[in-house]
């Protein structure tokens, strides 16, 4: 039996509000990458990376990343991957348990 996430949605720090000021929710896929992005958040590894040229240590970082993401049991070990794209943003991408990407 699949279990179903529900949260709040969580934008700019706040609850994020739909055009009836209800607070909006986030279902499945959506809750878990929001959980991950807060971990990765909360970790202080994003801070790190901020103007590193040294690749061998943004590799190093980016892997410890991945370690964190992966701690999350609704996701698939081994699936994960992260990546600092040019512009310097950090893209993860990983399979749920459920299937979901």
Do not use: C, W, Y
């Not at 929001?34 to 590193?52: C, M, N, W």
């Amino acid at each position: 039996m699949a279990m179903i996430n529900i949260d709040l949605n969580i934008i700019d720090n706040d609850i994020a509000l739909d055009s009836f000021a209800v607070p909006s929710q986030l279902t499945n896929s959506d809750v878990i990458a929001q959980d991950v992005k807060h971990r990765i958040i909360e970790s202080g590894k994003v801070t790190e990376l901020i103007g590193l040229r040294n690749k061998n240590i943004v590799a190093k970082i980016l892997t410890e990343i991945e370690l964190i993401v992966e701690q999350d049991e609704r996701l698939v070990p081994g699936t994960i991957k992260v990546i600092r794209q040019a512009t310097g943003e950090i893209s993860v991408t990983a399979k749920t348990v459920d299937g979901a990407i």
